[in-house]
């Protein structure tokens, strides 16, 4: 059984649109959860982390929880053609402080 | 300028050969860990340690190893019981702080040739 699931994709989105990640997870201890950027060949880099229900906002990008749910999503707004990337969720458990990670949503934003 | 370190970056293995990626950081982050990342794939744990002298396996650690002699340093040893070894690895540390946020290095690209 998965620990993080999500969307491989690919999802292409048009510039200036409203790019939806989603992921879900199936641990309920779980405690924090982060959204990484990869771009190909290149080691992930931190967008934000959130461990609240509800939505956290950061500039252009938005992470919502719902533990009830299981459920951690990203919105991106007004994409660019330089959010073209690959999207990880990554959760952190209760047990071990180990992260798991998704297997990645490929985002294409089309000028 | 603080942050994670690894090398080499590009890494050639011959059939039967050890090879081991270095991995300082310079964070005074206690947990570090190592993964690895196939083409397409998400990341998978091999190994991880949250204090000096102590790590503990992670999901694919059969064919590796690693130690933990200093806080800023955590190589990983690919042995040649590793039968399928290229891959993509990266090292990361993370801060109990901040709901234990994970940073990572650049990552190593390891070649069997």
């Known amino acids: 059984q998965k620990e993080v699931e999500q969307n491989s994709g690919p999802l292409s989105v048009p510039e200036g649109a409203i790019a939806s990640l989603n992921c879900t997870y199936s641990?309920?201890?779980?405690?924090?959860f982060f959204w990484y950027r990869q771009y190909s060949g290149k080691s992930p880099e931190l967008i934000m982390f959130i461990y609240s229900n509800g939505d956290k906002e950061d500039g252009r990008f938005t992470a919502q929880l719902n533990k009830a749910s299981q459920y951690v999503s990203l919105l991106i707004r007004d994409s660019q053609p330089s959010d073209s990337a690959t999207y990880l969720c990554a959760v952190k458990t209760g047990a071990g402080n180990q992260f798991y990670f998704g297997t990645g949503t490929s985002l294409t934003v089309i000028p | 300028d603080g942050g994670i370190t690894q090398s080499p970056k590009y890494l050639f293995r011959k059939e039967g050969q050890n090879v081991t990626l270095s991995c300082e950081q310079n964070l005074n982050h206690d947990a570090m860990y190592w993964y690895r990342q196939d083409p397409g794939q998400g990341l998978r744990l091999i190994y991880y340690?949250?204090?000096?002298?102590?790590?503990q396996k992670g999901d694919i650690a059969e064919g590796y190893s690693v130690s933990r002699e200093k806080k800023e340093s955590f190589p990983l040893t690919v042995t040649s019981a590793q039968k399928n070894p290229t891959a993509f690895y990266l090292c990361a540390s993370s801060i109990p702080t901040l709901g234990n946020t994970i940073y990572f290095g650049e990552g190593s690209w390891l070649t069997v040739v």
């Open positions: 641990d309920r201890g779980s405690q924090s």
């Open positions: 340690s949250h204090i000096v002298n102590d790590f």
